[in-house]
């Protein structure tokens, strides 16, 4: 069956850096395109990065560009994000999404807080 398992959050400090890590199974996952999302309390689930399957092209949001950067291991199955000079904004669930039916991830909670 399908899972998307997502790894690598925490508890950093405002500026810090995380990288999150989606491993992907039971679809050929070079063949869909994949995203990041996230959701913050009280707020509605938002788009945060994409990449096509083969990773030529990503697309982000305005909040983050310049700060997170998609990429993907197709060979690894695996859809990561860097994130950079995070913000005390940036707190939230990130969730993997992809598939041929969009299937989601249990979600990794990032906290930025001194």
């Known amino acids: 069956q399908v899972q998307l398992v997502e790894s690598g959050g925490g508890l950093v400090q405002p500026g810090g850096s995380l990288r999150l890590s989606c491993a992907a199974s039971g679809f050929t996952f070079s063949s869909y395109a994949m995203s990041w999302y996230r959701q913050a309390p009280g707020k509605e689930r938002e788009l945060v990065a994409a990449?096509?399957?083969?990773?030529?092209?990503?697309n982000y949001a305005d909040s983050v560009k310049g700060r997170f950067t998609i990429s993907r291991d197709n060979a690894k199955n695996t859809v990561y994000l860097q994130m950079n000079s995070l913000k005390p904004e940036d707190t939230a669930v990130y969730y993997c999404n992809g598939g041929p039916r969009y299937y989601w991830g249990q979600g990794t909670q990032v906290t930025v807080s001194s």
């Open positions: 990449i096509t399957g083969a990773g030529g092209s990503t």
